[in-house]
């Protein structure tokens, strides 16, 4: 039986055939998924090459995807890719000019 390392070190995050942090979550949990899709497949009724045809298939786009991820956005990239679509990409201010000036007096005069 293999033997495998899944933690490389104090402190560094989790790494486990090259797949790191959210990523080995992402693969795991999409398994898991693909694997009750399956099932559910299977007991509807569905021939079963169909149904292993369906998990092989989409479970190597999984593989494929994860793994390119891995390699384009390393460790803390989607994150980073999640927060900068949330970042606006200008503030819109719908106070008039008049506003801003009258706020500043008041700021000014205390």
Same mark, same amino acid.
């Given at each position: 039986m293999n033997t =495998?390392?899944?933690?490389?070190?104090?402190?560094?995050?989790?790494?486990? +055939?090259?797949? +790191? #942090?959210? =990523? &080995?979550?992402?693969? #795991?949990?999409? &398994? &898991?998924?693909?694997?009750?899709?399956? *099932?559910?497949? =299977?007991?509807a009724g569905i021939n079963t090459?169909?149904?292993l045809a369906i998990g092989g298939l989409t479970s190597s786009v999984l593989v494929w995807q994860t793994f390119s991820l891995n390699r384009k956005y390393g460790e803390h990239g989607? *994150?980073? &890719?999640?927060a900068k679509k949330k970042h606006p990409q200008y503030i819109i201010s719908r106070k008039s000019i008049y506003r801003y000036l009258k706020s500043n007096s008041k700021k000014a005069a205390a």
């Open positions: =495998y390392n899944i933690n490389k070190g104090i402190g560094r995050t989790v790494e486990f +055939k090259g797949l +790191k #942090a959210q =990523y &080995l979550f992402i693969f #795991a949990g999409g &398994l &898991l998924g693909l694997l009750v899709l399956v *099932m559910i497949l =299977y007991m090459y169909i149904c989607l *994150m980073k &890719l999640g």
